[in-house]
T-cell receptor, first 115, second 111 residues
Framework: DSGVTQTPKHLITATGQRVTLRCSPRSGDLSVYWYQQSLDQGLQFLIQYYNGEERAKGNILERFSAQQFPDLHSELNLSSLELGDSALYFC??????????????FGPGTRLTVL | GQSLEQPSEVTAVEGAIVQINCTYQTSGFYGLSWYQQHDGGAPTFLSYNALDGLEETGRFSSFLSRSDSYGYLLLQELQMKDSASYFCAVRDEDSSYKLIFGSGTRLLVRP
């Protein structure tokens, strides 16, 4: 158990809909990262938040957005869903304190299926 | 930008030793990490190398050569449960700490 929690574990929805994925980081971690993993694909970085502020953006679609709340949990919002958005969505957290060694710990993921 | 290359698949026999290579291209280097991911599971951290040389953690070791932009993960005394995908990753060049992952190596351990 990494200490990172994600809900829900599974999500099945229809095209055009909007969903929200939730992530709670490990205690003490200030940074949250979101990754997308499609079938047989690697991990694609989407977005990072650090202590409530957006820190970095990857290949995140405009239909996707995220935020990190004062209690440091984060939500990833996916809207106007398309079939191709079906994937595993992982959240990871790290201290991101400035040390060169900054290990990211991953949550169990949310499997999104768009029908 | 950065890129990482690793073999797509490796097959080995239970009890054997296997090496998974990773070459990377990045203008700024902050270390090479390795993650393990079982099918349907979450990536789990295995090791991190910031300096040249070998880091050993039980049956797993990781090596880095910064001059060659090359690293490898060495798995010894292979067990069936080691069948998984293994990803190398480098930290991004900016200050964000985000990781750029290779495409992963699927390891199949056979009896």
């Amino acid at each position: 158990d990494s200490g990172v929690t994600q809900t829900p574990k599974h999500l099945i929805t229809a095209t055009g809909q909007r969903v929200t994925l939730r992530c709670s980081p490990r205690s003490g971690d200030l940074s949250v990262y979101w990754y997308q993993q499609s079938l047989d694909q690697g991990l694609q970085f989407l977005i990072q938040y650090y202590n409530g502020e957006e820190r970095a953006k990857g290949n995140i679609l405009e239909r996707f957005s995220a935020q990190q709340f004062p209690d440091l949990h984060s939500e990833l919002n996916l809207s106007s869903l398309e079939l191709g958005d079906s994937a595993l969505y992982f959240c990871a957290s790290s201290v991101a304190s400035g040390a060169s060694t900054d290990t990211q710990y991953f949550g169990p993921g949310t499997r999104l299926t768009v029908l | 930008g950065q890129s990482l290359e690793q073999p797509s698949e490796v097959t080995a026999v239970e009890g054997a030793i296997v090496q998974i290579n990773c070459t990377y291209q990045t203008s700024g280097f902050y270390g090479l990490s390795w993650y393990q991911q079982h099918d349907g599971g979450a990536p789990t951290f295995l090791s991190y190398n910031a300096l040249d040389g070998l880091e050993e953690t039980g049956r797993f070791s990781s090596f880095l050569s910064r001059s060659d932009s090359y690293g490898y993960l060495l798995l010894q005394e292979l067990q069936m449960k080691d069948s998984a995908s293994y990803f190398c990753a480098v930290r991004d060049e900016d200050s964000s700490y985000k990781l750029i992952f290779g495409s992963g190596t699927r390891l199949l351990v056979r009896p």
